[in-house]
């Protein structure tokens, strides 16, 4: 198996997608060899328990989604962004009833802008993260720089609310419930979360993959740090898959139709 958890294992209450900015690319830029265009979402994901409140990444910085010019420039219309002010995720889970402090874990899937910007939101988190993410994080190699906002998203981060993940899987609370996977290849520490619920088993598959043509072809994103390793946790997550887990690739447009109960626009 992938990773181990028992009959014994627990579950967690709730998994929502929150809503999320948009992005228009080509899917050749998402996947190697994919052809047309493609909207796809930038979401981060809220899972409640019994013992916590834990998200998977986090979005953009704050300021984005009040200036998504102001933060990106003209990129920003290249891309055709979609956003608005209410997509912040501290405004999102206060309208779930939730404060940024009620927030116990955040995974990090990995350190891009569109997945670390938030971090900075949750103050009092235990941040989890892949191995060797955050020295990857600061100091990339010129082709992958632009990804990153060091200095803004992950350097505040006190260093002693970092977990490092270490091996293949780790338990986040420690009864099966929630389990963190590396998945490298797309950057050296990229994770995925394994999310048991009492009626399905989720896997969030962060930017392991981009998009299920992906998946299927067993074709990496373009610009991958390890596009080899990429290719082996894309084989892990077929895996999974095959396996009876639900796989979820969040910036799939296809895949938040198939998760529509789970997504905030139901």
Do not use: K
């Not at 409640?48 to 003209?74: K, Q, S, W």
């Not at 006190?158 to 099966?176: C, F, S, Y």
């Not at 392991?208 to 080899?228: C, F, I, K, N, S």
């Amino acid at each position: 198996m992938p990773y181990a958890h028992g009959s014994h294992a627990g579950t967690a209450r709730r998994l929502r997608a929150l809503d999320a900015p948009t992005m228009t690319t080509d899917a050749s830029s998402l996947v190697v060899g994919a052809e047309g265009s493609v909207t796809f979402p930038v979401p981060s994901f809220v899972i409640e328990h019994d013992r916590g409140l834990i998200l998977f990444d986090t979005g953009f910085a704050p300021r984005f989604y009040d200036d998504p010019v102001g933060y990106f420039g003209e990129l920003a219309n290249v891309l055709r962004i979609r956003t608005h002010p209410g997509q912040r995720l501290d405004r999102q889970l206060a309208s779930l009833g939730f404060d940024t402090e009620d927030v116990t874990h955040v995974v990090l899937s990995h350190g891009h802008s569109d997945h670390a910007g938030g971090l900075g939101l949750f103050p009092r988190a235990e941040m989890i993260v892949g191995p060797g993410e955050l020295e990857w994080a600061r100091s990339p190699n010129r082709a992958s720089a632009r990804y990153f906002r060091w200095s803004e998203d992950l350097a505040p981060v006190e260093p002693q609310r970092w977990t490092v993940v270490n091996g293949p899987a780790h338990d986040v609370l420690g009864d099966g419930s929630i389990i963190v996977l590396h998945t490298p290849g797309h950057t050296p520490g990229q994770l995925s979360l394994v999310v048991r619920l009492p009626s399905q088993t989720i896997v969030l598959t962060g930017d392991t993959v981009h998009l299920r043509e992906g998946l299927d072809r067993l074709a990496p994103y373009p610009y991958d740090w390890d596009p080899q390793l990429a290719v082996r946790s894309l084989e892990r997550l077929a895996l999974l898959e095959r396996s009876g887990h639900r796989l979820w690739i969040a910036h799939d447009p296809h895949d938040w139709s198939r998760f529509e109960p789970l997504t905030p626009h139901c």
